[in-house]
C-alpha cells in the first residue's frame, strides 16, 4: 500500500529556534499534501493544505508566517515551525493526496520545545 | 470548528463484545471515513463511505450512514485487545474542496 513517511519523528528544540519537518510520499506521487496537529488526547486539527508548486492555504487561526509549508515537488512537503515556543509542542501529522478520494498519513512527529 | 463529533467520547468493553461508535456532522458531504489511531501514533484509514451509501462492511467493521439526520456509526464486531484505540470520523466538509475534517474522536478501551 501507499507509505508516508515523516522525519524526524521526534524533535526536542529550544525555545526560539525553527524546526523543519518533512513529509514524503514514497510510492506515489501527492498533488495534495496537508498538515494536521493534534493535542494530547484531542482530534487532529487541519492547519494547511498544501499543493505541489504553489502556496499553502492555511486555515484560520493558523499563522503563515509562523508554520512556513513549501511542497517543492510531487513527493514531498515541509512544514518549518518558526521560532518555536513551548505552546507548539504538539503531534504534527501530515498526509498526502493521490487522488480526490485517497488520503494516506503519515506516522507522525512529536515536537517538544523547552 | 471541527466537523464531526464523536460519541461516546470514551468507551469500555470486555474482549468479544461488540463496540458501537456514533458520528454527527454539521453540513452536507460527499462522503465519510473512520480512522483509527494508536496512542501517539499515525492514522489508519478503516473505511470510506460515500453520501448515496447507506452501509458499508469491511471484516468486522460495519459503518452506516444517515445523511437525513447527519449522522455515522461504526460497529466493530467480536471486539479483541488489539482493537483498543481512539476512533475518529472525518469528512469532506461543506467547502467544495478536497480537505478532512476530523471528529474529536472515541477512545476505546478492549479489557481482555
Not at chain 2, 463484545?17 to 484509514?45: D, F, P
Amino acid at each position: 500500500g501507499a507509505v508516508v513517511s515523516q522525519h524526524p519523528s521526534r524533535v526536542i528544540c529550544k525555545s526560539g529556534t525553527s524546526v523543519k519537518i518533512e513529509c514524503r510520499s514514497l510510492d506515489f506521487q501527492a498533488t495534495t499534501m496537508f498538515w494536521y496537529r493534534q493535542f494530547p488526547k484531542q482530534s487532529l486539527m487541519l492547519m494547511a493544505t498544501s499543493n505541489e508548486g504553489s502556496k499553502a492555504t492555511y486555515e484560520q487561526g493558523v499563522e503563515k508566517d509562523k508554520f512556513l509549508i513549501n511542497h517543492a515537488s510531487l513527493t514531498l512537503s515541509t512544514l518549518t515551525v518558526t521560532s518555536a515556543h513551548p505552546e507548539d509542542s504538539s503531534f504534527y501529522i501530515c498526509s498526502a493526496s493521490p487522488n480526490t478520494d485517497t488520503q494516506y498519513f503519515g506516522p507522525g512527529t512529536r515536537l517538544t520545545v523547552l | 470548528s471541527q466537523q464531526g463529533e464523536e460519541d461516546p467520547q470514551a468507551l469500555s468493553i470486555q474482549e468479544g463484545e461488540n463496540a458501537t461508535m456514533n458520528c454527527s456532522y454539521k453540513t452536507s458531504i460527499n462522503n465519510l471515513q473512520w480512522y483509527r489511531q494508536n496512542s501517539g501514533r499515525g492514522l489508519v484509514h478503516l473505511i470510506l463511505i460515500r453520501s448515496n451509501e447507506r452501509e458499508k462492511h469491511s471484516g468486522r467493521l460495519r459503518v452506516t450512514l444517515d445523511t437525513s439526520k447527519k449522522s455515522s456509526s461504526l460497529l466493530i464486531t467480536a471486539s479483541r485487545a488489539a482493537d483498543t484505540a481512539s476512533y475518529f470520523c472525518a469528512t469532506d466538509g461543506d467547502t467544495g474542496g478536497f480537505k478532512t475534517i476530523f471528529g474529536a474522536g472515541t477512545r476505546l478501551f478492549v479489557k481482555a
